[in-house]
């Protein structure tokens, strides 16, 4: 195969799949040569994700040296062993080689991401070659390859599907959506489909979740999305942290000022002809009465109390520099599932028999109830309830451990809460036959004989996207109902009914029934699909993944404090606009196909109404981080699966989720162990706490800095001691030793009350600012 024709698979979603087939030089059934596939090993590589060369650690360790700070100790420890200051050349020396270890050890880190990524190959894979389906190592997978997959497998590389039973894989470490998705083989139409929505296609390292499925591999390697997060992630450089920066400018103050006064000492000494050595002693000691010795230490210090109480809070940073950077926090990016959400998915509201109910509870606990929303009473649900049971597979235990779909988990809780026990009534009343679902018909259907009434029947029980359901209806209200509503007169209200919980961000579910014959029975055993007609709809069920309840209280704290709040999801748009708009975060919102659409300039305008971004690629949230931090924000990403990993990167401050992927640990600076959004705005609160206390010290050490100054010129100009106020070795003991009680009242405050009302801190105002340096 020509690495042309390769080109032509990026849109195999848009094509045949006999079509891809013969682009691709292979067959179903008899897949590629030995010969075919050896040739192509050669011509593609092999199907591995590669991590960039780190750099070396004497080219990391060169990068800290030329740092400005350490120019200036490095240059006074030398002048000190030429002039025979050896302890005092040690000494400086030794706080050289601090700095040194501290900044190596965190330029190290930043490349662990890579590395994570590489361990999430699939180590073996069925590949169908020269006809017989055998096992082979996944990275000598390649283009053209058949490869079959079933429940429980990882996906080894893109690929189009070309046969499919009951096939759905969970996408969540792609795409940010935790449903599983259903997959099939049908052509799809459009261009810009999005990632989640290419439902006949598989992608590398997504695992199967139900059915089999076979699929020709159209990408590998770095081709692959998993590849292409790759290369985003190899690309994407951290930025240096609002505290780093402002110390380089303070050092770069503070250089002028040092010189500028070791020039003054110098010329005046040589004036009065003190001898070279006395000078330059004279020198040193200035120069080191100017730097900071003792700040890199005790600002450590502070940050590494602030890191504590941090990690009492649930959240752990990696560097130090990390707590003072949530303090200038000023914009956060935040997925929905897991974070602002439960990821426990709940039926919350029902429609039946004409009426509208809603369900207490939370997640997958079993208590709760259901109550009518308009006072009317409620209907003997038991026929729904064998519907949520029985037509399907997951159990819910009584902690909340899910076996199975999380969807069908919802139902099983909803069949809890109306009184009906899934395991029990599943070995009652067990399957006779059944229609699996599949994502071409977008339903299921099982087969049971259930005492209802007083009397056996055997019924038709049906599941499955409301649309489908509904069309093969021909009444509502369920099957031995007196008075059934005939579909005609029906359809309209439940279509409204349908439409109005879209609208609310719910994934919707239609139950319907059908009691059966003996001739039916017949044709159960040979042709089920031809009995699914007729049905009575039973009901709507709503289902949602519910806000954490601490969601609504954190979002309006940190608005209060403000940070602008933006929800990004791999959700469609409306259900995430639904969503947004429960948590005040305003009505833009916006799709990952309308983003693309826009410039940079476009969005920056854009971005102050834009709150809801839905259906987004990992290219969309690098993207959006970037020109938010263009427009100067300081910005905060939050994010579990791998697909998040880049913009984590690229975000000043990228939040894991402790049940996240490691690649998402490993390339965020900050991991939520609770996957919390309230721990995080808390996280915010603590970081401007540890701001204030570093803003505190730096005026503390400013100040005695300015009076040893003023000491050495004033001893110079008038001629005190012959200008040696003080000795190289006394100047480093008052900056290490006599500032240390001070900072240990400032270690001690517990920060102002009404820190998170105040508004995130300019972040082009530095600590050397001319206001801080007055007071």
Known sequence: ?????????????????????????????????????????????????????????????????????????????????????????????????????????????????????????????????????????????????????????????DGRLIRAATCETQESALTGESAPVAKGVETLDGADTALGDRSNMLFQNTSVTRGTGVMVVTETGMNTQMGQIANMLSKVTRSRSPLQRELDTLTKVIGIVAWTAVALIVIVGLVRGLALTDVLLLGVAMAISAMPTGMPAFVSALLSQGAKALADAKAVVKNLSDVETLGATSAINTDKTGTLTMNEMMVSTLYAEGHWFSVEGSGYSKSGAVLSAAGVPLPDFTRLAYGLVLASDATVSDAGDVVGDPTEAALVVLAA????????????????????????????????????????????????????????????????????????????????????????????????????????????????MSLIHDLALVGLVGIIDPLRLEAKDSVAIALSAGIDVRMITGDHAVTAQAIGKDLSLGPGAISGAELKKLTDDELKRQLPDLHVFGRVTPDDKLRLVRIMQETGLIVAMTGDAVNDAAALKQADIGVAMGSGSEVTKQAGRMILTDDNFGTLVHAVQLGRITYEKIVSFVRIQMTALMSLVLLFVAATVFNVNEGMALTPLMVIFVGLFVVVFPVIVVAGDEGAPDIMLRPPRNPKVTLTNTPSVLR
Do not use: W
């Not at 045949?16 to 050669?42: F, I």
């Not at 961000?505 to 044709?523: M, N, P, S, T, W």
């Open 1 to 157: 195969m020509q690495l042309e024709q390769q080109e032509k698979v990026h849109a195999a979603y848009r094509q045949q799949a006999s079509d891809v087939l013969s682009e691709l030089g292979s067959s179903a059934d008899q897949g590629l040569t030995a010969t075919e596939a050896s040739a192509r090993l050669e011509q593609f590589g092999p199907n591995e994700i590669r991590g960039e060369k780190p750099p070396s650690l004497v080219a990391i360790a060169l990068s800290q040296l030329r740092d400005s700070m350490n120019l200036m100790l490095i240059a006074v420890a030398i002048v000190s062993l030429v002039i025979g200051e050896v302890t005092t050349s040690v000494v400086v020396a030794l706080l050289v080689a601090m700095n040194l270890t501290l900044g190596t050890k965190q330029e190290l880190s930043a490349r662990a991401s890579i590395d994570a990524l590489t361990k999430l190959q699939v180590p073996q894979s069925r590949v169908v070659r020269d006809g017989t389906l055998i096992l082979i190592p996944a990275k000598n997978i390649v283009p053209g390859d058949i490869v079959h997959v079933e429940a429980g497998d990882l996906v080894p590389a």
């Open 417 to 528: 809460k109306i009184g009906v026990d899934a395991e029990e009534t599943r070995r009652t009343y067990p399957r006779l036959a059944e229609v699996p679902f599949d994502s071409d018909y977008k339903f299921m259907a099982t087969f049971h004989r259930i005492q209802l009434d007083g009397q056996e029947h055997l019924f038709l029980l049906v599941k499955g996207g409301p649309d489908v359901v509904l069309a093969r209806c021909s009444q509502s209200g369920g099957p031995l109902k007196s008075s059934p509503t005939p579909m005609d007169q029906a359809s309209a209200e439940l279509g409204a009914a349908n439409e109005r919980m879209g609208k609310q961000g719910l994934r919707v579910l239609a139950f319907a029934a059908r009691i059966l014959d003996e001739q039916d029975e017949k044709i159960m055993a040979t042709d089920p």
